[in-house]
């Protein structure tokens, strides 16, 4: 069973930095697109940030440079580092682990257990 463990959520004032990070229960170094998703009440799941095995990185609309994904696969973690928070930000935080297999039917979709952010006006 693969596990996806993230930490690094809190509470932080506006204006402020966080780090979050997603370890993986499995080698993350090929074939892996890892990626940060929020969800806040009432709102769908939205994507944050992704990073493929091969450094490629993909950023929600509402980053504007205010975050930064990177990833170490010696250790199997991917970290989120968010800068210049805003209260918006708020929400739980899920660390989405994507496993490609040569045949897409066979790909596999993995999430973590969340962990909150919370920014204060």
């Known amino acids: 069973q693969v596990r996806l463990v993230e930490s690094g959520g809190g509470l932080v004032q506006a204006g402020g930095s966080l780090r979050l990070s997603c370890v993986a229960s499995?080698?993350?170094?090929?074939?892996?697109?890892v990626g940060w998703y929020r969800q806040s009440p009432g709102k769908e799941r939205e994507l944050v940030a992704s990073?493929?095995?091969?450094?490629?990185?993909n950023y929600g609309d509402f980053v504007k440079g205010r975050f930064t994904i990177s990833r170490d696969n010696a250790k199997s973690t991917v970290f989120l580092q968010m800068n210049s928070l805003k209260p918006e930000d708020t929400a739980v935080y899920y660390c989405?682990?994507?496993?490609?297999?040569?045949?897409?039917?066979?790909?596999?979709?993995?999430w973590g257990q969340g962990t909150q952010v919370t920014v204060s006006s």
């Open positions: 499995m080698d993350i170094s090929s074939r892996v697109r």
């Open positions: 990073i493929t095995s091969s450094g490629s990185t």
């Open positions: 989405n682990a994507v496993q490609f297999a040569l045949s897409s039917k066979y790909d596999r979709n993995y």
